[in-house]
Structures are given as structure tokens and as C-alpha cells.
């Protein structure tokens, strides 16, 4: 193990988990274990521990570690629930949901970052995200790894009454917001943590807006 790449999760997690409330012991634990290096282009290894997201080519990146911290920390991921991450990218989320619970789907729509999560040890689905995965439906939680501007109606579908979610979620202004909510009824509500910047996943339309 790289004693510097362990030194600098280390440093991540206290000075950007704890000190924006990202304090649930398991959370933390799950952080800790995995390392993040891996998760990212050989070349920008060294970049892996920065305060912000991480490209991965392709136009995607990895979720700033803060951002993952608090969804993770609003969701509270019991050990036995069936999580489905989407846009699972190189798969570093779904290795440290996995330290949580261990019925995990990863699904991903682009082959190259699939390939790069199953040389990670990460088993991945391929499809369109918007679409969600529901040949392992129903699921007790659904975490989006990247800014969506809505859920889509399937994602919906494929979550259990009541299930939770977390994602990025892109407003009519364009600012991200880190979202945390439940499904009841067909419907998705929730209540913003904190404003950010997220990379958009493909294949997910913005709501229609009603113009009077």
C-alpha cells in the first residue's frame, strides 16, 4: 500500500468530510478502506485526493469525495439493502457503498469506464442510465453518481415505496444541488444539503416547464 496515497486519504477525510458534517462513523470507515487512486487514469492518480472532481475522460469525472461523503452520510445505507448506483464510471462510489452493504448494482453507459471499474474488482452492468437496472429491481436505494437535471420515470419505478435517494440534482438555474430524498407514490421528493458542481450524466431530460 502507498504510505503517501494513505497519508492523503487520511488528510481528505479531516479536512474535506469532517468539517462539512460528514461525521457517520460507518461512512467514514467505508472512505477509509477504499482507496481512491485506483479509481482514476494512471496519470492523474496523483490527483485523486484533491478537493474537487476528478476527470476520467470521456467528459466524466468523479464526484468531489465531500459530495459523496454527505449523500452517503443522508442516505445511511443499511448492511443487506439493495443499493443501484447510476453512473457508476470507474467505480469508486460503488466500492465504497460496498463497504456498506454488499448487494450493490453499478451501472454504467460508457465501456471504457465499465472496463476501468472491472480491472478495479467492481462487477458493472452496461445501459443507459436513465433507464436504471431492473433486472435486480426493487431497490431500497438509489445514489446518482454525477448531476441530473430530474429522475427519470423508470429510476423511479425500479425503487421500493419509500426508497431513498441521493444525486446531484441541476435546478432551472442551472446550479447543482446535492439532493437527498425519498419515492412515495410514484413521486420523488427531497430536500437540498448543499449548492455544487457536478459533471451532467448522459441520457436524462430536464422536466417540462409550463410557460403561461
Not at 460503488?94 to 451501472?107: F, M, P
Not at 445514489?143 to 430530474?150: F, M, N, Q, R, S
Request: with cysteine; net charge negative.
Amino acid at each position: 500500500m502507498n504510505a503517501d496515497f494513505t497519508a492523503q486519504r487520511s488528510a481528505m477525510i479531516d479536512s474535506q468530510m469532517r468539517t462539512v458534517g460528514v461525521n457517520d462513523p460507518d461512512v467514514l470507515a467505508a472512505v477509509a478502506a477504499v482507496a481512491r487512486e485506483r479509481f482514476v487514469p494512471a496519470a492523474r492518480a496523483a490527483l485523486a485526493y484533491v478537493d474537487g472532481a476528478v476527470a476520467l475522460g470521456g467528459g466524466r469525472s468523479l464526484v468531489e469525495p465531500m459530495i459523496l461523503g454527505l449523500l452517503l452520510t443522508h442516505l445511511r445505507i443499511a448492511p443487506g439493502e439493495k443499493v443501484l448506483i447510476v453512473g457508476a464510471a470507474t467505480g469508486y462510489s460503488a466500492a465504497v457503498v460496498g463497504e456498506l452493504t454488499s448487494d450493490v448494482t453499478a451501472l454504467e453507459c460508457d465501456a471504457a469506464l465499465a472496463a476501468h471499474a472491472r480491472s478495479a474488482g467492481i462487477n458493472v452492468v452496461e445501459g443507459p442510465l436513465a433507464a436504471g437496472w431492473a433486472a435486480a429491481a426493487p431497490y431500497d436505494v438509489l445514489l446518482i453518481d454525477g448531476a441530473v437535471p430530474a429522475l427519470s420515470a423508470a429510476l423511479i419505478a425500479q425503487l421500493r415505496e419509500g426508497g431513498r435517494v441521493g444525486m446531484v440534482l441541476i435546478g432551472e438555474d442551472g446550479v447543482g444541488r446535492a439532493t437527498v430524498g425519498r419515492v412515495a407514490g410514484g413521486h420523488f421528493g427531497g430536500s437540498s444539503i448543499i449548492e455544487t458542481a457536478a459533471t451532467p450524466l448522459p441520457g436524462f431530460e430536464a422536466p417540462a416547464r409550463f410557460i403561461f
